[in-house]
């Protein structure tokens, strides 16, 4: 308590501010710089020399030993010591407002508990000193200490972007302010490459490409900076991948669509290829890789040349257009088959074409019904729903009719009805459902004018 009548020391002014508090609670953006330089700027006229002298002039030797002595006062008092730097920043020469910006840098080689708590003020001291004189700060390192803050405070909640962290601290002109010591420690103390490991191994797996995207974009801007090459081993996990990874932005950006949300599990494969080359060759996208690349194929008959994974990724882009039911169809002619082809490209094409989403769920559930496992009852009904959309549609005959020789798939279900129903009147059985169903189909058949021989 300063005694009555006496002006409060400028430590004492300092005190009675926020300024303490929104470094200590990492609120760097509230600091009240203006209210604590305002403070300062007083010091030097209260202590002049001469009674009627206009006080010490700013950036002098004299000023500088006038807080080189003040500060030394506070000096190991967390928070009063750096804030009363940041306060004086503007009134001292360069080469004194450096050295008291290295004095608050912490001391990295003992074993401190608070330690983390330190960092933290300082990179907000390092980002306040920015403002408070720009010719002490320059802007990379503003920014390098943003970019490390973030990181101390996020944790493993949030990651910065990699490029924007590795392009800030990488510059050369950090080293004094921020050595390369301390942006590894910040980097260990959050456990940020095992963090960002795990992140980008989530991703991958759930072939979320537009995060991973907005995490890894530029990153072979950085390779050549000399401190970012440095880290990039110990701070990024596969560096070399996804600094060759090269996707189509605005593909990956549509595949955050809600219609793809419930499908992305199956589509896998289909998203697999506009994702990293993780096949060891660095090449822009998985597609690019050598052939084998479409993980949805399993009969080594069919192809997957570059021409034909275009095309799916393609399709994949239009069905996206129509809605959720042409993405099952996609996934039912491409993916569940096995057999990714030019006609099963010419079938999606085709249902895309119409732009019917009752079209595409009709039709994705009769190309279900031509695989081996489906009773006879539902091939049936997928039959007799299929027939009236393809004698409507004649852009749909030739790639889901006569294509795949519905003409003969058509005679054997009918033969095969025909030879059920016979056994069940044997038994004494008038399997009268079955009964329906098949004169349904003959009745669609003899209205398909399109299909001959029937």
């Not at 801007?221 to 000399?226: C, D, E, I, K």
């Not at 949805?296 to 399709?315: K, V």
Request: hydrophobic share 40%; charged share 25%.
């Amino acid at each position: 308590m300063p005694a009555l009548g006496r002006k409060p020391s400028w430590h004492q002014q300092l005190n009675h501010t926020k300024a303490k508090t929104r470094l200590l609670a990492g609120q760097f953006a509230q600091f009240p710089l203006s209210e604590v330089q305002r403070i300062a700027s007083g010091l030097p006229k209260d202590k002049s020399p001469a009674l009627w002298g206009r006080g010490i002039a700013p950036q002098s030797a004299e000023c500088d030993i006038l807080f080189a002595s003040e500060l030394a006062a506070v000096r190991g008092e967390l928070a009063v010591h750096e804030t009363a730097i940041v306060a004086c920043l503007h009134l001292l020469s360069y080469e004194q407002a450096r050295g008291q910006m290295f004095s608050i840098r912490p001391d990295l080689g003992v074993g401190d508990v608070f330690l983390e708590h330190k960092m933290a003020v300082y990179l907000q001291c390092v980002i306040l000193a920015r403002r408070a004189n720009p010719d002490v700060c320059s802007e990379d390192e503003r920014a390098a200490a943003e970019e490390l803050l973030g990181v101390l405070r996020g944790g493993t909640k949030e990651f910065p972007s990699i490029l924007r962290l590795l392009e800030a601290v990488g510059k050369e002109t950090c080293e004094l302010l921020l050595p390369a010591a301390m942006v590894v420690k910040v980097l260990e103390t959050t456990h940020y490459q095992d963090n960002l490991a795990r992140e980008l191994e989530d991703l991958r797996r759930g072939r979320k490409w537009f995060d991973a995207y907005k995490l890894t974009y530029g990153l072979r801007r950085v390779v050549g900076l000399a401190r970012a090459d440095e880290m990039l081993r110990d701070v990024f996990p596969n560096y070399a991948m996804w600094a060759a990874w090269k996707p189509d932005f605005r593909r990956i950006a549509s595949w955050e669509s809600p219609n793809l949300t419930p499908h992305r599990t199956r589509l896998g494969p289909v998203l697999d290829l506009e994702g990293p080359d993780t096949t060891g060759q660095l090449r822009g996208t998985f597609r690019m890789s050598s052939p084998g690349a479409f993980s949805g194929l399993s009969n080594p008959m069919y192809s997957n040349d570059r021409h034909i994974l275009d095309r799916l990724l393609e399709g994949l882009d239009a069905s996206l257009t129509v809605g959720p039911a042409t993405i099952d169809l996609l996934i039912a002619l491409c993916i569940e088959s096995g057999a990714l082809s030019r006609h099963s490209l010419s079938q999606l094409e085709a249902a895309i074409e119409l732009g019917d989403e009752s079209c595409s769920e009709t039709l994705g559930v009769f190309v279900r019904s031509l695989q081996p496992e489906t009773g006879l009852a539902a091939r049936m009904v997928a039959f007799n729903s299929a027939l009236p959309l393809l004698s409507l549609y004649p852009n749909l005959q030739a790639p889901f009719g006569t294509n795949i020789h519905l003409e003969r798939r058509a005679a054997e279900t009918l033969a095969e009805a025909q030879g059920h129903l016979d056994d069940c009147r044997a038994e004494g059985w008038d399997n009268q459902p079955l009964g329906s169903i098949l004169v349904a189909q003959r009745k669609r058949l003899l209205e398909a004018t399109w299909l001959s021989g029937l």
